[in-house]
């Protein structure tokens, strides 16, 4: 079953050039992607119109079997409730607590403070981080700051988790761990797509790769072996 689909989506900003330029591509319930491009090439923007930060100029997004591009602005808040957000910089809340800033995104939802303090405690535990709630993030190393970012992100139980660049201010080290922690969400039937320049921790790992180069999605990774092997067998592709 398909969780994410694109169906010849462009996006021009003002008059100028198509920050992204007919991209198609579908991502299974439960797949685990990367997103890789140079610096520029639409990897935020992508990700921002599966989250309606932004409205594709032409074609049809359908993210859990709503279309985006129809969806009225009403809608929106409970489509973003679906799609967990996990930031390079974290965009923490330095003036609230762990447990704060993991629950706000319920208390946006509306839910009561009991279901929300047993939410909040479940996804710090998912993360490693469950005792630290009552700390201020500015206590906390980089790592500890990405694994609240990412406990805020799922708190709401999303079927879809983006993440921007979410290892690039990490180390190595670092960066496998939560790389980890997201193909844990991926094995209990989160989709998961992160955006990453990253090349060889996405090399390590081995999944499917979606690459953007200049606005235009030329291949992911899968389609290139299948290109490969169809070299070998002698097909002619005119």
Do not use: W
């Amino acid at each position: 079953m398909t969780m994410v689909r694109f169906e010849r989506v462009s996006k021009r900003y003002g008059a100028g050039k198509d920050a992204l330029s007919n991209i198609n591509f579908e991502l299974a319930r439960g797949e685990f992607a990367f997103l890789t491009g140079h610096s520029g090439a639409g990897k935020s923007t992508l990700l921002k119109l599966m989250m309606l930060m932004e409205r594709p100029t032409r074609g049809k997004i359908i993210v859990d079997d709503q279309d985006l591009t129809t969806m009225r602005p009403g809608q929106i808040p409970y489509h973003r409730r679906k799609v967990g957000v996990v930031f390079q910089n974290h965009q923490l809340l330095f003036d609230r607590t762990v447990f704060e800033n993991v629950a706000l995104p319920l208390q946006i939802a509306g839910y009561t403070p009991a279901e929300a303090a047993r939410r909040v405690r479940a996804a710090l535990d998912s993360v490693g981080l469950l005792g630290m709630e009552g700390r201020n993030p500015i206590e906390l190393s980089g790592g500890e700051q990405q694994r609240v970012g990412i406990a805020r992100a799922v708190v709401n139980k999303p079927a879809l988790l983006l993440a921007d660049e979410p290892t690039g201010n990490l180390d190595p080290e670092l960066s496998e761990e939560i790389m980890n922690l997201f193909l844990r969400f991926q094995q209990v039937g989160v989709t998961v797509l992160i955006a990453t320049h990253d090349i060889a921790l996405i090399e390590r790992m081995g999944h499917r790769r979606l690459i953007l180069d200049h606005g235009e999605l030329h291949c992911s990774e899968l389609q290139a072996r299948k290109s490969d092997s169809s070299d070998l067998l002698g097909d002619d592709h005119g």
